[in-house]
């Protein structure tokens, strides 16, 4: 379908040319390659055996990530990038809300994103293979470094659950006539939380990389490790190109942006020492 539309042609000759030709002039050449791997990427077509570079780049990542406190404090900070989506006071009422014990539970039924890293794909390249997961194919290896992310995996869950608090409470504000507990709100909630996650938080899939982060060779390498930054970055350069382009109240979002930022890496500092 994605095809169709991307090699569409106007013919009622008006000389508006190809959606092809069109994104070439607003984005060139690039605009277009990004399309053309993205789509290869998410259809899965190439199939390959990873290189011994790839291999030795995810060994190291996961000896680094797997089994360390540092990282498993550091993870919960990620919760205060989400201030560029959702407002503070919901965020702030939500981390100060005890979890139901039910709660992760409910995240899962109604936020796919949550399932998927549930699965075990929380970290770029130490993550797992989707027939381990369908088949339970783990191999002892993987088995391992699994238990030993289990401490940052247990620190993206309390902030993953704050956050589920905090678009509750907003759903709450804007939704009134969605009654709290009933599928119809948990959907609603579901939503906004999917969206906050997509736009600020770190989960491994296609659509959760950016492009440098899904090529091979030296780009790999070189961002080893940031998805956080790369993350954040990404939230910046949103807010930038809005200024640039004068969307309306880009400049107050650019300035939360900002403050986001600052706050963001102060308490990963922080977390850190």
């Known amino acids: 379908d994605f095809n169709?539309?991307?090699?569409?042609?106007?013919?009622?000759?008006k000389n508006l040319g190809s959606v092809k030709e069109n994104i070439e002039k607003t984005f060139g050449r690039g605009g277009n390659d990004y399309l053309k791997?993205?789509?290869?990427?998410?259809?899965?077509?190439i199939n390959t055996e990873k290189s011994v570079a790839d291999?030795?780049?995810s060994n190291m990542k996961a000896a680094s990530v797997?089994?360390?406190l540092r990282v498993?404090?550091?993870?919960?900070?990620?919760?205060?990038?989400?201030?560029?989506?959702?407002?503070?006071?919901?965020?702030?009422?939500g981390a100060f809300t005890i979890s139901r014990k039910d709660q992760w539970g409910t995240i899962l039924k109604y936020a796919p994103i949550a399932q998927w890293k549930e699965w075990g794909f929380?970290?770029?390249?130490v993550s797992r293979q989707m027939k381990d997961v369908l088949f339970e194919t783990d191999s002892t290896v993987q088995k391992f470094t699994n238990s030993l992310m289990i401490g940052a995996e247990f620190g993206d869950k309390i902030a993953w659950q704050?956050?589920?608090?905090?678009?509750e409470y907003e759903c709450l504000d804007l939704h009134p006539e969605l009654k709290q507990g009933t599928d119809e709100f948990y959907k609603k909630v579901g939503e906004?939380?999917?969206?906050?996650?997509?736009?600020?938080?770190v989960a491994d899939s296609i659509l959760h990389r950016t492009q440098i982060m899904r090529k091979t060779g030296a780009d790999k390498f070189a961002t080893a490790f940031m998805a956080e930054p790369l993350k954040t970055y990404n939230m910046l350069y949103r807010a930038a190109m809005d200024v640039h382009k004068n969307e309306p109240g880009a400049k107050a979002r650019a300035i939360r942006a900002a403050a986001v930022f600052t706050a963001t890496s102060f308490a990963t500092a922080v977390a850190a020492s």
């Open 192 to 201: 906004r939380f999917s969206e906050v996650v997509d736009k600020t938080q």
């Open 55 to 57: 291999k030795l780049l």
């Open 122 to 125: 929380y970290r770029m390249d």
């Open 72 to 93: 498993a404090i550091q993870q919960p900070t990620a919760y205060m990038r989400a201030m560029m989506e959702i407002d503070p006071k919901y965020l702030a009422k």
């Open 162 to 167: 704050r956050l589920w608090r905090a678009c």
């Open 4 to 13: 169709k539309v991307w090699n569409y042609m106007d013919m009622r000759g």
């Open 66 to 68: 797997s089994g360390n």
């Open 37 to 45: 791997k993205l789509i290869i990427d998410i259809n899965g077509s």
